[in-house]
């Protein structure tokens, strides 16, 4: 509840009173516009956004699925690093609008490599020795992250490559790890398999330290998402593993975001307000709902786009930047059938709290006293 001073001011006399305004749960729910990215009858999806509003994910542009940069309107193919036809996907952008993701080396073929898309150019980098890598995150620097196959197919690692160098981050014991996500600093999050692989923690790779995020009270966790001040984002399984639940680790706690009133939920990613979107199990929907956490309370944003869906529903968030703009995606069918469809939300912008009964009440007070002091001194 906000107090405001109302002053009315008459011939000679100033009438002041201040009354409270208040917003109901319902207005102070955030507001997008939903903006489709790629054209309707396209297979696409987007992963990552950046500060200036740019997407980047993959799109079905030509004779294979490409990663693209969406911006203004304009969605450009990034190609791939084996031709038109072999697949390529962008999973993360950076402010300079410098794209990571994975792509095909051969058309038709298995082997896939993390990319460091800058320039118009998109740039193999390699492995750390196996045939396979990913790159899911990419910094204001064009530092990336990932996982990368060590010998072969396994063991997987988590990776930066910087200054032209894969290099590999280890794990906590076990046999693999995964890169998700890296901020300006440096600081990787993730996870790793733990000694004999029976569990597995969410990580945060930071210099030569690994530490462990541990879980939400289970045996599984992984960290998708990292701010500018370390707070991370992510999933983790709850005391016997029976559900896995979106949680924010933040000041050294780690705390169970819950769902949208169903079983399971998963965090993708985090800005730096500390605003958190990913997808939620939803009662009587078998892909659920995307949502947003904010100010403690988890909104389904479905509920809260006011147009542009056209009756599609959003199923996962995976992108949000520090303005607010969410990247989600709308997605149908099951198995091998789903289409999907990516959109950018935009915060419409903030409206002037509707006054409450009580501050309307008081506001007709004070326009009926000035309206008196107005009559003495006219009158």
Do not use: W
């Not at 305004?21 to 992963?47: F, H, K």
């Not at 080396?105 to 800058?118: E, M, Q």
């Not at 996982?147 to 014991?173: E, N, Q, R």
């Not at 988890?298 to 996962?316: Q, R």
Request: hydrophobic share 40%.
């Amino acid at each position: 509840m906000i107090s405001k001073p109302i002053c009315f001011i008459v011939a000679i006399v100033g009438a002041c009173l201040t009354v409270a305004i208040e917003a109901s749960p319902a207005d102070a729910a955030p507001r997008y516009v939903a903006t489709p990215l790629v054209t309707p009858d396209v297979y696409s999806r987007g992963y990552g956004i950046n500060a200036g509003g740019q997407v980047t994910g993959v799109a079905m542009l030509g004779h294979a699925p490409h990663a693209f940069i969406a911006s203004q309107g304009i969605v450009t193919d990034l190609g791939s690093l084996g031709g038109t036809d072999a697949g390529s996907s962008g999973l993360a952008i950076n402010d300079s609008g410098q794209v990571t993701g994975s792509s095909d080396i051969v058309a038709g073929a298995a082997p896939y490599h993390a990319f460091r898309y800058s320039g118009g150019a998109m740039a193999d980098l390699g492995t750390l020795g196996g045939g396979f890598s990913v790159g899911y995150g990419i910094n204001a620097s064009g530092q990336v992250t990932g996982y990368a196959s060590t010998s072969g197919v396994v063991p997987k690692h988590a990776f930066i490559h910087s200054g032209g160098t894969m290099h590999d981050l280890g794990t906590l014991g076990g046999t693999n790890s995964f890169g998700y996500a890296i901020n300006a600093s440096g600081q990787v999050v993730g996870e790793s398999d733990l000694p004999g692989n029976l569990a597995q923690h969410a990580v945060l790779f930071s210099g030569a330290a690994i530490v462990d995020l541990g879980t939400l009270g289970g045996s599984r966790g992984t960290a998708f998402a990292i701010n500018a001040t370390g707070q991370v984002a992510g999933s983790a399984t709850i005391s016997g593993d029976t559900a896995v639940r979106a949680f924010l680790h933040s000041g050294g706690v780690i705390r169970d975001l819950g769902t949208l009133g169903g079983k399971n939920s998963y965090a993708y990613a985090i800005n730096g307000r500390g605003q958190v979107a990913g997808t939620s199990d939803f009662p009587g929907e078998t892909l659920g709902r995307a949502f947003l956490y904010t100010d403690g309370l988890m909104y389904d944003l479905n509920a809260v786009v006011v147009s542009g869906l056209a009756g599609a529903t959003l199923i996962e968030a995976l992108g949000i930047n520090d303005g607010g703009q969410i990247v989600a995606n709308s997605c149908v069918g099951d198995g091998g059938n789903v289409s999907c469809r990516a959109y950018r939300l935009d915060l419409v912008p903030a409206e002037v709290p509707a006054l409450s009964g009580r501050a309307l009440a008081a506001t007709a007070i004070v326009l009926f006293v000035a309206s008196l002091l107005g009559r003495r001194v006219t009158g």
